[in-house]
């Protein structure tokens, strides 16, 4: 590997908790070279990660931080707005697109990536899940590749991808999220960050906890493998060390397992498809593997996933939208954890009927968090 | 798959529990055809079976047996005498050999058969235990195939297989056999041959129940896998539904679980690359995956069979004639359970040195048979 030339990375979202734990990654290997970075918000930790990593070129994609920013940088890397972001990505040196950002920022920037015929290691859940459709069909098309980054989907891919057999049931586990066992009077923010088993974001921690972050994976998962969702299923797993597993029609069924640790499924996403060297080995010597149920009746906004999932069209983006909006407002303590539910619900019933493009999908997406905002308020 | 034409099979051992086994699997498929079986002593079973199937040919692997038997059939199959075997596997016509078989009297048929480059499918372990060089050495040279039908190691050969990252560790699981959590005293055959988990033969029940089987499964996976001792491990696993896990040098482990039915891996290898419709799916609703150490000290037996495995040259075929006596000692109540490792230990410190190969390997399991038998005596 060390004789190949780097592979140059566009690393989208490097203040985040993806965006970190890529770095870590891709630092400690000769085999990549981040050529461009982006970030929102976090300007100062993205100063330090330029000033570390002397990127080609930096974005960012929050206007008002873009604005303060610009005046105060300096050193060999090129600070660019955020309307820029696409054609960072999308730069003919760029082998891989590291999509770490969150939110639906990164859906066109990934479109047009996809559009060049690059890989796109995605971690970023949204783009998929309001626009699979459009991003599996330009992948198809140009010769874009789709790399799951996410453990559950990237446990499946590696099932699915080398197999001989195709895939007649996929798994996808689910740790239950911070409230599980809780009662549900009394649910703070403080509590649900708190949550034990992955090292994640604060709004990923919050949809974790409400089932949302699920019902995403499985909506991501049909897109990503082609699979309807009867045939997609959810488990309980609190233990969090089998990540994704698939059946075939011997019955049969090929698992994949690892250590709760993010920088696995990066490192693989990056090196595909080999497997580099890492430290993280599970001990099997004592080892509980209790797989349950998922109890989708205790979780509103899993439910209304799939819902919105099974509907297709627009409806995906509004759910996001709503969930963002509703999150945002639980993280702020201006609502209780049980009204996120509501909000999502209500917004997916008042849904606009329209057709189903890259244009309207972002539209469907702010004017659910609009009218989230306004049933908050 | 049904516009090719069938694959003709050489199904030897036919009337042992892998043999019963796979004549369901190949009489409910039209993609085989059984071109000709054998058996050993189970006369009155065989005939039945070739009656329903009508082979071309058959061959009764003891003497006494096939005398008896050629005066009494009749129809369009032809019986052979056991010195006939070796021609039926590597005849022309067959494209598959499944090694039903026990014990190392199908090692010169399966020798051949891969020296014509035949694909073997394999759930005889003794052949690869004791000759597990010289078997996948003619194989590779001529273009052979051996396809694992143990459980454990056909969920190894699956792991690895469809993963492009190098095996960097093995995992076998062991349900624990008959007697693991009862007490010693008194371990009667009638007590180990109620052992519930697997649907076996008497001679691998008390194998699993010594150790002995696990011993030889991590000799038959050094060899299949061409993997040091080092890395192959064994893990106690109670429900038998992981049945191997491979580890890659990320910490990531593929692995492999079906039911405990042999069907699932016998069809596997029959039908490789393809996976077949089966109907025994598991239900992972309620599903308690317990892994745990090995308790090799518990186990003698696997711990000589580890050594010998080590050692390496003719110990494994002194290992296999020695526990072969003593085993059927065990099971007609010559000598008490604990007498079997005894009797192994001995006959392995008392092995000749000699050259590794075909005509010694089977000299040292006649010998160790003989020496094994006289300390019985």
Known sequence: MSERPPKNICLMGSTGSIGRQAIDVITGS?????????????????????????????CITNSEAFKKYGRTTAGPT?????????????????????????????LIPILDALSKGKTVAIANKEPIVM???????????????????????????????????????IYITASGGAILGAGRKKISPEFILAHPVW?????????????????????EAHHLFAMDFSKIKVLLHPKALI??????????????LSAPDMRIPISYALNYPQKMKMRNFMDFSNMNLTLEKYPAEKFICF???LEAGKKGGLYPASLVGANETAVSAFLAKR???????????????????????????????????????????
Request: net charge positive; charged share 25%; hydrophobic share 40%.
């Open 78 to 106: 090129k600070i660019f707005p955020p309307e820029k972001l696409s054609a960072l990505c999308s730069d003919k040196k760029i082998d891989i697109v590291l999509a770490g950002s969150s939110g639906s920022s990164a």
């Open 199 to 219: 090292k994640m974001g604060k709004k990923i921690t919050v949809d974790s906890s409400t089932g949302m972050n699920k019902g995403l994976e499985v909506i």
């Open 335 to 377: 609502i209780p954890f049980a009204r996120i539910a509501h909000i999502i619900k209500k917004t997916l019933s008042e849904t606009p009927d329209m057709r189903y493009n890259i244009p309207n999908v972002l539209r469907i997406e702010k004017w659910a968090k609009e009218y989230a905002e306004k049933l908050i308020k």
């Open 131 to 169: 626009a699979g459709d459009i991003l599996c069909a330009a992948a198809k098309k140009h010769g874009g590749k789709i790399l799951p980054v996410d453990s559950e989907h990237s446990a499946v891919f590696q099932c699915i991808e080398n197999s001989k057999a195709p895939a007649e049931k």
């Open 30 to 58: 000769r085999n990549f070279r981040i050529v461009s970075m982006s970030a929102h918000s976090n300007t100062s930790l993205f100063t330090k990660q330029i000033k570390k990593i002397k990127p080609e070129t930096a």
């Open 243 to 256: 990540h994704g597993m698939v059946e075939f029609a011997d019955g049969s069924v090929s698992a994949y």
């Open 303 to 305: 439910k209304l996933a």
